[in-house]
Structure formats: structure tokens, C-alpha cells
């Protein structure tokens, strides 16, 4: 998507603001009179109406006075630089504005996406698990493992491995989907689902760390 959007001003909107620009840089004099609507309309292409909208919205800015029986006449450079400056901050709110409607649209189309893939992904999940569950593996926790006293959480256990911790096998007893705060205990066989490489990288992970540099006798 492109960020950088142009936001088109109403055909009287740039006729009166390249008025304004004239008068600014003074090709139009204050106090002179500018020609009527039908020159104008001729010379923008436009209609008379379309001139006549944008010669009140100057008059309105105090850039023009609009005269019954004498035309229109400059009144203000210093006004029409106003009107410059306002019609710049008023085009950028507008650039702003559509950026904010395209993001939404864009949004909107990328969760109703990620509805869709995440629908197909549980699907194929509930497929997988019925036709071919995950491979579960054991890992026992030696004595003097580096892994006991902590907890799940702390070892960053997936990270580190690959696998998911789904039980621990404590002795007679088992406990199910525990938390990143249990504790892995001496003796604890810890069951994962993963690929025969997370089982492998966790056997590693427990294994008692022989002592480096110990003086011989």
C-alpha cells in the first residue's frame, strides 16, 4: 500500500487557492480589481458557478471583496497568505485521514485472514491429532542434574530444546500440562512431544555436566 496518498481538492478549492498564491506573491494587487467570472470560468475551464463558490470562499477569508456592481477586489496578501498556510494543514488532516481509512480497510482484510488461516490451522490440527499424534518422548532427571531445584519456566525449556513439556512422571504420580513454576524434582521423568531431536537436545539438557579441571590425586 502506498503510504504517500494525494488527496484531489474540489475543482473551486484549487481555483481559490491559486488566487490566493497570485495575490500572495503579488501578481494581484491589493485594491485591484480581478476580472469577472466568465474570464475567469474561461481561463479555468470551469464553469461560472464553480468560480463564483471560489471567489466567496476567499471573500469569507478576507483574501477578496465581492462587489455587486463592481466585481471583486483584492483585499489582503497578508490574508491570502493565511489562507495558503490553513488550506496546506487542512490537505495534510485530509492526506491523514485517508491514510487512517485505507490502514482500517487493511486491517479489517487481515483479520478476517488470520480468522480463516487460524480456522484451518485448528481443523488440521484436530485432523492430525486423530489420523497421527504427536510422538511423546521420556526424559528422566538424574541425580545432580543441573536442571533440579527449577523450574519450567526458568529453564526456558522449548527454547532450549524444541519440544513441549506435557507431564511429569513423579513416582506413581503424573502431573499433567504442569506450569512454568513447577520444579523439577531428583529422580522426575519428564514427558515431551516433539521431534527425536527435542528429545535428544532434552537428555542433554539434564545430563549430569562432568566437572572440568579437577586436580588428580
Known amino acids: 500500500m502506498n503510504m504517500k496518498q494525494t488527496v484531489v481538492p474540489s475543482q473551486y478549492l484549487q481555483i481559490a487557492l491559486d488566487v490566493a498564491r497570485r495575490v500572495a506573491r503579488g501578481e494581484l494587487n491589493e485594491g485591484e480589481r480581478i476580472y469577472g467570472r466568465s474570464v475567469m470560468a474561461s ?49 495534510d488532516v485530509r492526506a491523514l485521514k485517508g491514510q487512517m481509512d485505507a490502514l482500517m480497510k487493511e486491517y479489517e482484510d487481515l483479520h478476517r485472514r488470520m480468522e480463516r488461516t487460524m480456522a484451518a490451522l485448528l481443523k488440521g490440527r484436530e485432523t492430525f491429532a486423530s489420523e497421527e499424534p504427536l510422538p511423546n518422548y521420556e526424559v528422566e532427571v538424574p541425580g545432580g542434574s543441573p536442571l533440579v531445584g527449577k523450574s519450567i519456566g526458568t529453564l526456558k525449556f522449548w527454547q532450549a530444546t524444541g519440544g513441549t513439556i506435557v507431564g511429569i512422571r513423579r513416582g506413581q504420580k503424573v502431573i499433567l500440562s504442569p506450569g512454568p513454576y513447577a520444579e523439577l524434582y531428583d529422580g522426575d521423568v519428564i514427558v515431551l512431544v516433539g521431534t527425536p531431536e527435542a528429545a535428544e537436545a532434552a537428555r542433554h539438557l539434564v545430563a549430569v555436566k562432568e566437572e572440568k579441571g579437577s586436580d588428580s590425586v
Do not use: C, H, W
Open 43 to 91: 481561463e479555468y475551464n470551469v464553469s461560472p458557478e464553480t468560480i463564483r463558490r471560489a471567489l466567496r470562499l476567499l471573500a469569507d477569508m478576507k483574501v477578496v471583496e465581492v462587489k455587486p456592481q463592481s466585481g471583486v477586489v483584492v483585499l489582503s496578501a497578508d490574508s491570502a497568505r493565511r489562507y495558503i498556510e490553513n488550506f496546506e494543514d487542512s490537505t
